[in-house]
Nanobody
């Protein structure tokens, strides 16, 4: 059974940091590109960051470059998103995604709220 379980979301003040984790199981995670998406109320889901299957390359949404870092530990079947210097506009539900040769896999989402 495929599972992607996000954790680490919460309420943080502007300028603060959070680290999201996505623990996967039920498939060979090391063969999949790992990604984080987010969806704010009334907006479409957008790709925030993605990392290659080996972790050798990563890409970011322009608005998070220099603040967010995506990483993965294939031994733990986990992908991470370190978020620093958070802004109110980063408020959204964050979803992890695994993309490979077959269908995409998605987590259930974790809420991130940036507010004073």
């Amino acid at each position: 059974q495929v599972q992607l379980v996000e954790s680490g979301g919460g309420l943080v003040q502007p300028g603060g940091s959070l680290r999201l984790s996505c623990a996967t199981s039920g498939f060979t995670f090391s063969r999949y590109v790992g990604s984080w998406y987010r969806q704010a109320p009334g907006k479409e889901r957008e790709l925030v960051a993605l990392i290659s299957s080996t972790g050798g390359s990563a890409n970011y949404l322009d608005s998070v470059k220099g603040r967010f870092t995506i990483s993965r530990d294939n031994a733990k079947n986990t992908v991470y998103l370190q978020m620093n210097s958070l802004k109110p506009e980063d408020t959204a539900v964050y979803y992890c995604n695994a993309r490979g040769a077959g269908p995409d896999y998605w987590g259930q989402g974790t809420q991130v709220t940036v507010s004073s």
